[in-house]
Nanobody, 120 residues
Framework: QVQLVESGGGLVQAGGSLRLSCAGS????????IGWYRQAPGKQRELVAA???????NYADSVKGRFTISRDNAKNTVYLQMNSLKPEDTAVYYC??????????????WGQGTQVTVSS
């Protein structure tokens, strides 16, 4: 059974930092594209950062220069370091792992989400 468990969310003041973690079990992270997504109230879920296998990471324009995605394959864990947080970063953050063959996604898994709230 595949499980992704996010942690590290919380309440922080604008300008502060948080580090989110996503621990996976049942899959080998190194074979998967790992992404962090977020969903604010009343908005669609959006990609924040992704780390494809064998390709460079990519970030949403709104977080470039502030957020950094990284992975520790030995621990099957992915991190999202978030610096210079802004109130508009407030959302539920989700971890996603997807297995791709070329451009085709053959399996995709989601964590339960972790709330990040940034106060002004």
């Amino acid at each position: 059974q595949v499980q992704l468990v996010e942690s590290g969310g919380g309440l922080v003041q604008a300008g502060g930092s948080l580090r989110l973690s996503c621990a996976g079990s049942g899959i080998t992270f190194s074979s998967y594209t790992i992404g962090w997504y977020r969903q604010a109230p009343g908005k669609q879920r959006e990609l924040v950062a992704a780390m494809p296998t064998g390709r460079s990471t990519n970030y949403a324009d709104s977080v470039k220069g502030r957020f950094t995605i990284s992975r520790d394959n030995a621990k099957n864990t992915v991190y999202l370091q978030m610096n210079s947080l802004k109130p508009e970063d407030t959302a539920v953050y989700y971890c996603n792992a997807k297995f791709e063959i070329g451009v085709v996604t053959t399996s995709s898994y989601w964590g339960q989400g972790t709330q990040v709230t940034v106060s002004s």
